[in-house]
């Protein structure tokens, strides 16, 4: 098949922006759900009224952990201001992005979205501060990883099921949380070592692959929906003006095309307007480009997805450069401003002070936390408390810091 023909395939099958019934489109051939699913680590029979996959994304929803993301920060405190994302709202706006694409590309839109809520669930209180903290404290004994954490929690720490422990989820959904930020090569990795135990008496998830066409997707969705909601943060917070905006790569032209008679009530207005167009073109950028590759790969089944030599779900050359200087601004101006540093620095210096109690003292762990890591050798302890610490939100680890060093920081 020719590009050319390919592409005037992919096209009739999904015109950018038609207005379709649900179930209007049949998922393709190369979608997930194309093939059966190849089961979970404990056999289960079908549920009589889902799919794999919509089972799979209900149990996540219906998670403890996933409840939690409510009070864990994304970029901003989450008592530093109601409008402010967490890692909650952060993951429902990546799941809306994720079946938007995938509808667009006939990829199965459940997997998408049972990948996109999942793929945070592993982060610790204040977001990538505290997954610093835990990294450094945890070096001595395998380290800390949000991804691999987030694994963890799906096959083992959420205990809420009768037969077994975590969520039983599909090899599908188990592959794409593995890989969907690409193959796994170093055996040193913290998310490749999570996968070879999972592998172990099962069935392998083929790490040095791509994920499939709908991991991918969650993995893009999840770029647009954080650049996209950390300028409108950003704004929101005063350490972005639309003015520095306009000579930024990608957003700059959005700004530019704004209208220039806005009254100063205005803002709020002109700032949703830039985020709402950030959002529409990069998803537009990724369904042209995706329906490009996925035409010049002429895939017959998911298999040839994952065993592509590139991904087949991207953005183009243009905008990936754009959208790596943009976040180089973002870091800059927003992650590494003096404002988010100095609450930062001051969360990382609670996690490490809540570890290190715990390791010391296993009085001040809860009971079934103590139980948990009684007996064990200090590094089987370490990772424990690192389980538990990583688990707590944002106010949890607050109050329990005021309880065992009588004093609240402020975090501000």
Known sequence: MSDSAGLDKIADMADFGASLAPGARSPARYAASAVPSRGRRVPEPDCPTRSPFQRDRDRIL????????????????????????????????????????????????????????????????????????????????????????SLRVVTALERKYLDFDGLNLTWETLEGLAKHNGPLSDECDPVLKVVRRLEDGWQSLEAGNWASGEAQTAALADDIAYVSHDIDDGLRADLLSLRALADVPFVGEIVRSLPRDGAPADASRLTYEVTRRMITRLIHDVVQESRRRLAALDPASPIDVMAAPRASVAFSDDVARDLKALKGFLMERVYRSRRVMRVMEEAEAVVGRLFARYLSDESALPDAWRAAQRGLSERARARVIADFVAGMTDRYAIAEHARLFDAAPELR
């Open 62 to 149: 219906h998670s403890t952990a996933f409840r939690r993301l409510i009070h864990k920060t994304q970029v901003f405190v989450f008592h530093e201001g109601d409008h402010y994302r967490t890692r909650l709202t952060h993951s429902l706006e990546v799941a809306q992005i994720a079946r938007t694409i995938s509808r667009q590309l006939r990829l199965d839109e459940d997997l998408a979205e049972a990948l996109a809520l999942a793929h945070d669930l592993g982060h610790p209180p204040f977001g990538h501060a505290g997954e610093r903290a835990l990294d450094r404290i945890m070096e001595a004994f395998g380290g800390f990883d949000h991804n691999a954490q």
